[in-house]
């Protein structure tokens, strides 16, 4: 009688999600590829929706922003926060097709603000084709296939 080994199945490891930083660091490595990327999502709805480093980063911005001189009219005050911005790029990629978001979870506000970990395509030239890029200085813009989770 022969002896039947069972043979372990091991799944595929769930990817370490990667950082805005990290796509940024090196584009051309990520260009066209599937990343599993952890950010933290902001949305002016209208306007702009991009993923940010970390909630942290984000705040710093904002900051920045209103630290300008109230004697700066508000078009001064976004041109100088928009110069500052493009050392400060490297932590932020346009989200291509936030509405992947916002299926998911129900309306703009349930997700805006949040950190998320989703699945996508990084696509490291995005930016030079977006009129209104959000972030200065970096072309790179995430393609959402799947959204994860929100954890905040």
């Known amino acids: 009688m022969g002896l039947l080994l069972a043979m372990p199945v091991i799944a595929e490891a769930q990817p370490h999600p990667l950082r805005v930083s990290q796509l940024n660091a090196d584009p051309k ?3 066209e590829q599937e990343v599993v990327l952890r950010a933290y999502f902001v ?3 209208d ?3 991009i993923f940010m480093e970390s909630r942290a980063v984000d705040e710093e911005g904002n900051r920045k ?3 300008y001189p109230d004697g700066k009219d508000e078009e001064e005050a976004r041109a100088a926060y928009w110069r500052d911005l493009e050392s400060d ?7 291509l097709n936030a509405t992947r978001l916002y299926k998911k979870f129900g309306r703009p506000d349930a ?7 989703v699945r996508g395509i990084f696509i490291a030239d995005a930016g ?10 970096h072309d790179g813009g995430f ?3 799947e959204v994860l989770r929100k954890e905040d």
Request: proline residues 0%; hydrophobic residues 30%.
């Open 43 to 45: 949305t002016d709805i």
């Open 29 to 31: 490595k990520y260009h």
């Open 111 to 117: 997700v805006n603000k949040r950190t998320v970990s």
């Open 143 to 145: 393609l959402i296939t």
């Open 128 to 137: 030079k084709n977006v009129l209104g890029n959000g972030c200065q200085g």
């Open 89 to 95: 790029g490297k932590y932020c990629v346009m989200v």
């Open 65 to 67: 922003f209103r630290a």
């Open 47 to 49: 306007h702009y929706s």
